[in-house]
Every structure is written in structure tokens, then in C-alpha cells.
């Protein structure tokens, strides 16, 4: 624990690296600690990133740390940030093999956790025929026999949003399906069918979704279908640092909330991608990642020269 980091960024995704990239271009010693539990890396491909659309994600991952290597003041290093805590001049962070290193400043971008419903058939299938987001998923199945699994008002939303690919939809409620008259009659209007019948297994060949199953035996042919989840923290650090989590929203239960900087509540820790998008998708968490690295540099050199950071400061000596 001989080195002193800048910045220790928490994960390798698209945030993470874009950070690193800025932080590296910025000439600031950092560390950036990949546990490689990416949550897209069973798509596909990631659709509507500009210059890599229908790239494989781990495709671009690869492609950023060599971009990121052409810069010697940052260090990428494959493992897991397992604790944090805060110390008179920073922060010190404890990897899993033991390893300990004191920073500056902290930058959490490890992403979230998806957790779809636990039913057979879906694992095999998640991130290609199944998937959550119709704007990365669904010119891949445009034009196609599709279904959406979800209840109430997240049923009408992900079915209406899905409906701009194909003109035929069902959703799925698997039970009772929470919809008023009014709702009922919206999906009605798009030509959207409503299914009550319990889902037990989804059918595949060749890796692709091929019908949907159900408690009575029958069968529904569809060939992609959206599964209405949200995002959970998959670490502790957040909790560990202090940071405050913003109130529950239609794509995370427990997003961190940050400001325009993507500054958290914790002095000197920020957080960008999933961890805190009000939209997941690759796109925007690279765009979240080079803020939030620029917003580091920024904190840095308040605390070394006495720079006015507009919207007042929360870096680590304020």
C-alpha cells in the first residue's frame, strides 16, 4: 500500500473504462479494478452505440483497455473491490485477494444486478430472444411474433414502447393481470392482446426463443420476448461508504443518487453507469463514465489549487 491513487475506479463496463480513459488522458494516477461481471455479456450485440452498433460487449470491453493502455498512469487490474472505507486523506479499498490501496478519490461504476423471474428456459435465453430493453434489443427481433411478461402499469408501458418493432404483441401477466378498463382499452387500440394464463417454461432451439408455455400444456409460438425487471445493487460498497441510494424508480429499486457531477452524498465518491441511470444502456453509461471522471479531475485540483467548481464542492477536503 505504498502508492497513493488519484482515483480508484470500481468496475470495467462501459463506464468504468470511459472514465478510465478521461482519468488517464487527464494524466491521473488510477486504478481501475475489473471484476468482469458485466451484466450485458450475454448479448448479442449492444445496439444503438454510435461507432459499434451489434458489437459483442466483450468485443468493445477489449477494445477500451487497449485504448486505455496507450496511458501509463493508469493501471487496469482484473479482480473485486470487496470494502471500503473512508480515512483522514481519502479512502482505502480491499480487494479480494487481500490487497489493499489508498486513494483519493472513488469512482463506483460495478454496475447493477438484473433479476428476472426465476422461470425455466429464460437463463439460456437472457440478453438475445429475451430481453428487458427494446431499444438495444428490439430491431434484432423487428417484424416478429412477441410477447411482454410483466403485470400493471410496467405491462401497458414496456408493451406500447415494444409495439414501434412489431404489430404482434401480447402480454403476458402470468395471473391476474392488474389492469383497469382503461388500460385495457390502450393496449386494445394498439392491437395489443392480453394473456392471464400462468407461464411455466419458455421453448428454445438453437439458442432462440421459439413459443411460450403454459400451465395447461398449450404452446404460444413467439419469437422474442421482454421480460419487465429492474436493477438491484450487486455490492455492498455503496452502503459501506455511506453513500445515499435515490428513491425507487421504474428501471432500479435502489439506483445512488448523484448530482449533475455525478457526485454522490460521500465527499470524494462518485458513481456513473447502471449504478445510478435512470436508463440502462451502454451508450449512456459511457457518456456517465467521462463526466463523472472529468467531475473527479475537477474535485482534484479544487483540493490542489483551490478551483471553484460550479454547484458547489463535495470533493474530500471541502
Known sequence: MDTTWECVIVGGGA???????????????????????????AAHGIGGLLGHD?????ELYAIGRGEISAYPSVEIRDGEVVAAERTDDGFVVELADGRRERTRRILLAGGMDYRPPDLPGLAELWGRSVFHCPFCHGWEVR??????????AGAVHSALLLRGWSDDIVVLTDGPADLDGAARAQLSAAGIGVDERRVTELASESGELTAIVFSDGTRMPRKGLLVATTLHQRSPL???????LGGPTPVAVDPVAVDAQHRTSTPGVFAAGDLSAQMPQVAAAVASGSLAAA????????????????????????
Do not use: C, F, K, M
Not at 54 to 58: C, D, L, V, Y
Not at 143 to 149: H, I
Not at 297 to 316: F, W
Open 238 to 244: 455503496a452502503e459501506q461508504l455511506g453513500v445515499e
Open 295 to 318: 467531475a473527479v479531475v475537477q474535485s482534484l485540483i479544487a483540493d490542489e489549487y483551490g478551483l471553484a467548481i460550479p454547484g458547489g464542492s463535495r470533493h474530500v477536503n471541502a
Open 15 to 41: 463506464a468504468g473504462l470511459s472514465a478510465g480513459l478521461v482519468l488517464g488522458r487527464a494524466r491521473r494516477r488510477t486504478l481501475l479494478v475489473d471484476a468482469g461481471s458485466q451484466s450485458n455479456l
Open 54 to 58: 451489434g458489437r459483442a460487449p466483450a
Open 143 to 152: 417484424d416478429q411474433p412477441l410477447a411482454v411478461l410483466a403485470r400493471g
